[in-house]
């Protein structure tokens, strides 16, 4: 079981920016797929961004052009950079690992509020 701890979320204004960060326990050399899933309250968990070990993209319609999914393989970090936030962006936002043996792994969340 890989251990992710999320944090970098909070409350803030429309237009504005946040950085999430996720710790990984392990090696990224271990990890096949990283990725960050929202959900928001009533509504199921969806995919925002993920990234494979190839360094290959993959984004969620509305966030394309907004956020940025990228990793620091000698920190074990992931990192999902929003810029332009709506409200519509608010949600509990959650890291995801999957690896090589289709293992799994969650974070336990970081909350996203963009309200004026």
């Known amino acids: 079981q890989v251990q992710l701890v999320e944090s970098g979320g909070g409350l803030v204004q429309p237009g504005g920016s946040l950085r999430l960060s996720c710790a990984a326990s392990v090696s990224f050399a271990r990890i096949y797929e990283m990725g960050w899933y929202r959900q928001a309250p009533g509504k199921q968990r969806e995919l925002v961004a993920t990234?494979?070990?190839?360094?290959?993209?993959n984004y969620k319609d509305s966030v394309k052009g907004r956020f940025t999914i990228s990793r620091d393989n000698a920190k074990n970090t992931l990192y999902l950079q929003m810029n332009s936030l709506d409200p519509e962006d608010t949600a509990l936002y959650y890291c995801n690992v999957v690896g090589y043996v289709g293992n799994t792994s969650w974070g336990q969340g970081t909350q996203v509020t963009v309200s004026s």
């Open positions: 990234i494979r070990s190839g360094g290959s993209t």
